[in-house]
């Protein structure tokens, strides 16, 4: 009887834990007026962030973008991250897990649950509009060359 409260308790913090690895934004048809971008989302409101920085902007790394409730993404964005989300499970291969968990584990979980709500049909074909520009960015995001 032990051992089931111990199963249960674990159970409900991975539940706890999967459900707050989400994309966070909105999903868009198209690009919006007055929305900065950034290398991963449009963001509808850098003031509002939840990761503040010293100035009043936002102080997030790129990949956080995914994390915020001001993040707006189009099908601009699909191939992009289609293509980051590649980059990252082939990573899983040449790092130990636990550096892979610790660096990618939670934007890797972002990545699938925007790819589950944007569609696997339009994630797959985003693969095939993927351009050097976004190769690049993924490149240099994934280095951590890139700063907000």
Known sequence: MASRSVFEAGA???L???QAVVFAGDIADAPAPGHEQTVTADCADETASPWPDAKGG???DFLLCLACPNARVHP???P???HLHRKLHSLRSVLPDRSWNERWSEHTLRLEDLRDKVGPAAW???LARVSDEDRTLVH???KG???P
């Open 12 to 14: 409900h913090e991975a």
């Open 16 to 18: 706890e834990q999967a």
């Open 58 to 60: 936002c102080g997030a």
């Open 76 to 78: 601009g964005h699909h």
């Open 80 to 82: 992009r991250l289609a």
């Open 124 to 126: 797959t074909a985003a």
């Open 140 to 142: 240099l995001l994934v």
């Open 145 to 147: 060359e890139l700063t």
